[in-house]
């Protein structure tokens, strides 16, 4: 069965950064496109990220774009997301998805205040 697992969260002060992983297993993680998204308090859930399954292929959403990279290693079956300038409007749970069939495991929080 598919398992996501995201780590890395942390309370952060407004123009710091984090970088958030995620370790996949139960299907073929080379194979897939990959995402993250995160759902803030009261939020609906946003997409922020896509990468493809070789990483040439990337999309962002307005709200990130520009400070937020996404990257993966298909050798170790690792999802990353750097972030960087982070705003108080960053403050949501991340969580790592696999595009196909929306699966998304545990996600990890990211709170952004001083």
């Known amino acids: 069965d598919v398992q996501l697992q995201a780590s890395g969260g942390g309370l952060v002060q407004p123009g710091g950064s984090l970088r958030l992983s995620c370790t996949a297993s139960?299907?073929?993680?080379?194979?897939?496109?990959m995402g993250w998204v995160r759902q803030a308090p009261g939020e609906e859930l946003e997409r922020i990220s896509v990468i493809s399954s070789s990483g040439d292929r990337i999309t962002y959403a307005d709200s990130v774009k520009g400070r937020f990279t996404i990257s993966r290693d298909n050798a170790e079956n690792m999802l990353y997301l750097q972030m960087y300038s982070l705003k108080p409007d960053d403050t949501a749970v991340y969580y790592c998805t696999k595009r196909d069939d929306g699966s998304r495991g545990r996600g990890t929080l990211v709170t952004v205040s001083s």
């Open positions: 139960g299907f073929t993680f080379s194979s897939a496109t």
